[in-house]
């Protein structure tokens, strides 16, 4: 081999080799700036979910749940005697002829009620058949959007349809009338 053949072949492993070294390099700032934007977008994420989780904490419901007693019910002979029935009914917060109406549509109208207590002529009821009763009543006015208690019922002259109306968050929606049907609204 002559001296120029192995001159022009140095020269082209040279060439290629820094163009080698070039493309490394710049492969090396290409990642190193994909690096750094996804850094930015991980700071900018976690910005965000600091902002979201403030504006939550700042919003949120401070009301505590709905609790309430356990109902007391005494049989006598045929009779069964609420007797914890006005306590509830001051706990629910809803006007105590609603829950009323309500209750004597449950037992065919054999309701009276004496000395705040609710008392079922006619009828052995026990309290796990009341619990019963009284959580469907307040699945039925429990408001569908804010889930709290504080809601009255309205009934629409025209369409004679009963709506609820929640006093929190002033939401609307129908209630299924077959208990509410023969109420008394003012």
């Given amino acids: 081999m002559d001296n120029n053949n192995c001159f022009s072949l140095i020269n082209n492993s040279r060439q290629t080799s820094i163009n080698l070294?070039?493309?490394v390099e710049q492969n090396v700032t290409l990642i190193k700036n994909i690096e750094i934007q996804e850094q930015k977008n991980k700071?900018?994420?976690l910005k965000s979910?600091?902002?979201i989780f403030s504006l939550l904490q700042k919003n949120q419901c401070s009301c505590p749940k709905l609790q309430l007693e356990k109902p007391l019910v005494t049989i006598e002979g045929y009779r069964s005697i609420w007797q914890n029935y006005s306590k509830i009914c001051e706990q629910i917060k809803i006007n105590s002829q609603v829950v009323d109406y309500y209750f004597s549509a449950s037992f065919c109208h054999y309701v009276l009620i004496r000395n705040q207590q609710l008392i079922i002529r006619g009828q052995r009821v026990k309290t796990t058949h009341i619990l019963q009763l009284l959580q469907q009543f307040l699945k039925q006015l429990i408001c569908y959007q804010c889930k709290r208690a504080d809601t009255n019922l309205v009934k629409d002259r025209k369409t004679k349809l009963i709506f609820?109306?929640?006093?929190v968050c002033k939401a609307t929606c129908t209630v299924e009338g077959?208990?509410?049907k023969?109420?008394?609204f003012p």
Avoid: A, I, M, T
């Fill in 182 to 184: 023969y109420f008394r």
């Fill in 21 to 23: 070294l070039y493309q």
């Fill in 164 to 167: 609820k109306e929640c006093n």
């Fill in 49 to 51: 979910l600091e902002r």
């Fill in 43 to 45: 700071e900018l994420y």
């Fill in 178 to 180: 077959s208990k509410f």
